[in-house]
């Protein structure tokens, strides 16, 4: 593929190298930001103020030439690197042979590869089947409808901060009103919330299987355990904050679900594919969920989701009841055989763990000197910290927003998330080297003190 790769204008390629040519944004991106707010649906919000240009291995170019380092991978998508070489050259092969077919008319071999993966890597060593989708809502949405056909059940308990999408389901499922549900209802039925473990806001010290046990009792006193389908969790938080729950809360939930006949459905959807520094996050405790919902990381940033998990209750489903035109799109799978290649011959698992230590370090040092520095937390390359007030404790929203404003100002794309908006997190491609993770970080710390 020599001569393709002597066209390739983003990827690994790019110097990796965070440089400012204009200021940000720069003209042409304030021209294209002008065209976009003539055109663009008001609603459709966006985080940096750039359009780009290319994107490769740790950095965004932008259309003014400014060479930006990216701690966001399009949120927690191209950890193995914008436009990675083995994913480049799979959907070239792919979209030159044929783009869509539809699986359910005409099927080709990378959707089963894909699921023969998904079998692979997923947690547990039980027979396992998968079903293909475009996104993660979309793969939340039908591991619940899997849950339901499976046991005859309709209940579905989530938890407090949790994120699981924008469809009407997963609205119902997401806990934050502003931006995801505020006046989109009314939103679907027969979702039960119960509390999660955040160990930075308990109100007194909680074991895993103490916040467990609150939320069983919760979930049992409000729907039923036996009238209960699914209960789905991130084993991380995601949009909620990057909350590690307490060791032993997500074993406890196994414990009980498995008990009652519940189906348990782990959302790895920002946590799968090595972004934790393991394939997946309930692989730190050995957990093995019914059912794992994945996307985002697993594609390399074409767009693919998948439901996988145990093969009788996948089954369980009558023929024709799952689907979708483009599920499983043969160039998205072509990509995702690409990606899942890449983590593996470049160990991104571990490189996710550095990457992670490397961040942990820089922000203990920001802490020293800050105390809106409430608490650092994450795992591997997922990592945050949570912004306060001087009483250690009150949301600070405005300085985590200023801070990232300030990070974007001076070349380093950032994000915030949390259900009070004031966590900064940390998602750098997994390819990232860590001389260009710490010109992040130097930023980070800057912005820290400028805004101070
Ligand atoms: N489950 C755990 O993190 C997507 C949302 C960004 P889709 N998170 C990013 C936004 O503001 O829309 C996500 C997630 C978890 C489900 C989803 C939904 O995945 O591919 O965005 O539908």
């Known amino acids: ?199 930075f806001r308990e109100p007194a010290p909680i074991s895993g299987a103490e916040a467990a046990g609150r939320a069983i009792d919760v979930l049992d006193k409000q729907a039923g355990a036996s009238n209960l389908a699914a209960v789905v969790i991130e084993p991380i938080l995601g949009e909620g904050g990057f909350v590690v729950p307490e060791d032993g809360f997500l074993p406890r939930l196994r414990e009980w679900t498995e008990a009652n006949g519940i189906v348990m459905i782990a959302d790895e959807i920002q946590t799968g594919f090595c972004r934790t520094g393991d394939w997946f996050a309930c692989d730190h405790e050995g957990v093995v969920p019914d059912l794992v919902t994945t996307a985002k990381g697993m594609a390399g940033g074409l767009p693919l989701a998948a439901v996988t998990g145990r093969a009788e209750i996948m089954d369980a489903v009558h023929v024709g009841g799952l689907g979708g035109t483009y599920g499983g799109n043969p160039v998205a799978c072509a990509a995702a055989l690409g990606a899942i290649e890449a983590m593996r011959t470049h160990d991104l698992c571990g490189a996710a763990r550095r990457l992670g230590e490397v961040m942990r370090e820089r922000l203990a040092a920001v802490r020293k000197a800050h105390t809106c520095v409430g608490d650092i937390r994450g795992r591997g390359a997922m990592t945050a910290v949570e912004i306060v007030g001087t009483d250690g404790h009150t949301p600070e929203p405005v300085r985590a927003g200023s801070i990232s404003s300030y990070c974007h100002s001076q070349g380093v794309v950032t994000l915030t998330c949390g259900t009070y908006g004031n966590v900064l997190r940390f998602l750098p491609p997994l390819v990232m080297s860590t001389e260009l993770l710490h010109d992040a970080f130097d930023v980070v710390a800057a912005a820290f003190d400028a805004t101070a």
């Open 1 to 199: 593929m020599t001569e393709i790769a002597g066209t390739r204008t983003g990827g690994p390629a790019l110097p990796q190298e965070r440089r400012l040519v204009t200021e940000v944004p720069g003209p042409r991106s304030r021209e294209l930001l002008a065209r976009r707010a003539e055109h663009v649906a008001a609603g459709v919000g966006t985080v940096l103020p750039v359009f780009v240009e290319a994107a490769g291995g740790g950095v965004i170019l932008d259309v003014d030439g400014n060479s930006l380092i990216d701690l966001a991978s399009g949120i927690a998508v191209t950890g193995v690197g914008n436009a990675a070489p083995e994913v480049v050259d799979r959907v070239i092969e792919q979209v030159q042979a044929f783009t869509h077919t539809c699986f359910m008319v005409a099927p080709y071999d990378g959707y089963v590869e894909v699921c023969e993966r998904l079998a692979e890597l997923t947690p547990g060593t039980h027979a396992k089947k998968s079903a293909l989708f475009n996104s993660g809502a979309e793969a939340v949405e039908n591991a619940v409808k899997i849950a339901r056909s499976a046991t005859g059940r309709m209940a579905v308990g989530v938890f407090d901060h949790a994120y699981h999408g924008r469809t009407n389901l997963t609205m119902a499922m997401t806990a934050k009103n502003m931006p995801y549900k505020h006046r989109f209802g009314p939103f679907a039925g027969e979702v039960y919330r119960a509390p999660t473990s955040y160990p």
